[in-house]
């Protein structure tokens, strides 16, 4: 198996990187060249970390970096698209992947918000689309959710679940509704814990400790946004609010005001706490 994935951020070089530990020749595209070189330096710091020396080495040999969409996906028998939670560009994205890959290969999106079947349109309904949830960080969430649209095979389903599987991941099927199921409930937990600070119920680092401690979450929800990208995280509520209308998925406030201020999480070194700068 040959895997292409779409996107050089956070999520597409964790992607990446589980698959070349598992020993499957992979490409991975950005636009950016410059994204693919920091892609690359952080994909050669994990496998370093995580493989044995006579392994980390021919990993990271099977890491084809390129800006070429088209070439890469041209002989891939797995795509995963990976690109940031904007619907224009997603549809852009899926559309140039299935007009270049062979016809039998999974097409997975890993959207953790946005329709599967609205995504497919994309593709001409293809029943080789299917949604393939991935969690930050890539290389420790064992979590993979197979999200099955309404075009979407069985045939395919199997298949996505084989790839994730083979990735070292543990994966769920889930029919495609807003949300999924983890997005569907964490979205309204971190909501809810940022309204909270914005109220002055207590500090960040207090809710955090009462959901590791009162619920033996292994982070808390302030944690896990600021571990996540509030950018990102902005916008998977505004598309779960577009998409259901219920109102506590409504976007908080001050999630809004930390994303216009530059404090995106981990990442900027700001959001809810404050960071030590670490290596892109």
Same mark, same amino acid.
């Given at each position: 198996?040959?895997?292409?994935?779409?996107?050089?951020?956070?999520m597409? /070089?964790?992607?990446?990187?589980?698959?070349?530990?598992?020993?499957?020749?992979t490409?991975?595209?950005? %636009?950016?060249?410059?994204?693919?070189? *920091?892609a690359?330096? =952080?994909?050669?710091? *994990?496998?370093?970390?995580?493989?044995?020396?006579?392994?980390?080495a021919?990993?990271?040999?099977?890491?084809?970096?390129?800006?070429?969409?088209? =070439?890469?996906?041209?002989?891939?028998?797995? %795509?995963?698209?990976? &690109?940031?939670?904007?619907?224009?560009?997603?549809?852009?994205?899926?559309? +140039? &992947?299935?007009?270049?890959?062979?016809?039998?290969?999974?097409?997975?999106?890993?959207?953790?918000?946005?329709?599967?079947?609205?995504?497919?349109?994309?593709?001409?309904?293809?029943?080789?689309?299917?949604?393939?949830?991935?969690?930050?960080?890539?290389? /420790?969430?064992?979590?993979?959710?197979?999200v099955?649209?309404?075009?979407?095979?069985?045939?395919?389903?199997?298949?996505?679940?084989?790839?994730?599987?083979?990735l070292?991941?543990?994966?769920?099927?889930?029919?495609?509704?807003?949300?999924?199921?983890?997005? @569907?409930?964490?979205?309204?937990?971190?909501?809810? =814990?940022? *309204?909270?600070?914005?109220?002055? %119920?207590?500090?960040?680092?207090?809710?955090?400790?009462?959901?590791?401690?009162?619920? +033996?979450?292994?982070?808390?929800?302030?944690?896990?946004?600021?571990?996540?990208?509030?950018?990102?995280?902005?916008?998977?509520? @505004?598309?779960?609010?577009?998409?259901?209308?219920?109102?506590?998925?409504?976007?908080?406030?001050?999630?809004?005001?930390? %994303?216009?201020?530059? *404090?995106?999480?981990?990442?900027?070194?700001?959001?809810?706490?404050?960071?030590?700068?670490?290596?892109?």
């Amino acid at each position: 198996m040959t895997v292409a994935v779409i996107g050089g951020g956070t999520m597409g /070089r964790g992607i990446a990187g589980v698959a070349l530990a598992a020993g499957l020749p992979t490409a991975l595209v950005d %636009v950016d060249a410059a994204a693919l070189e *920091r892609a690359r330096a =952080a994909i050669e710091r *994990r496998l370093t970390r995580d493989l044995d020396a006579p392994l980390a080495a021919p990993a990271l040999r099977a890491l084809t970096l390129t800006t070429d969409l088209e =070439a890469a996906v041209g002989g891939a028998t797995a %795509v995963v698209e990976a &690109v940031p939670e904007v619907l224009e560009l997603k549809l852009d994205v899926l559309a +140039r &992947v299935a007009a270049a890959a062979p016809p039998e290969a999974l097409l997975a999106t890993n959207t953790s918000t946005m329709s599967v079947t609205r995504l497919a349109g994309a593709c001409r309904d293809s029943p080789r689309v299917v949604g393939m949830h991935f969690f930050n960080p890539v290389h /420790r969430m064992a979590l993979v959710e197979v999200v099955a649209g309404r075009a979407t095979s069985e045939a395919t389903v199997t298949d996505a679940v084989e790839l994730a599987a083979a990735l070292g991941k543990d994966p769920i099927v889930v029919r495609d509704q807003p949300g999924f199921v983890t997005s @569907r409930l964490g979205l309204l937990l971190g909501n809810e =814990a940022m *309204r909270m600070v914005d109220e002055g %119920v207590a500090s960040a680092a207090d809710i955090d400790k009462a959901m590791r401690l009162g619920y +033996r979450h292994p982070m808390g929800p302030l944690e896990l946004a600021d571990l996540v990208g509030l950018d990102a995280r902005l916008n998977n509520v @505004r598309n779960m609010y577009e998409l259901s209308g219920a109102e506590p998925y409504r976007p908080p406030a001050i999630l809004e005001r930390l %994303v216009a201020e530059g *404090r995106l999480g981990k990442k900027s070194g700001a959001g809810f706490y404050t960071y030590d700068a670490e290596p892109a």
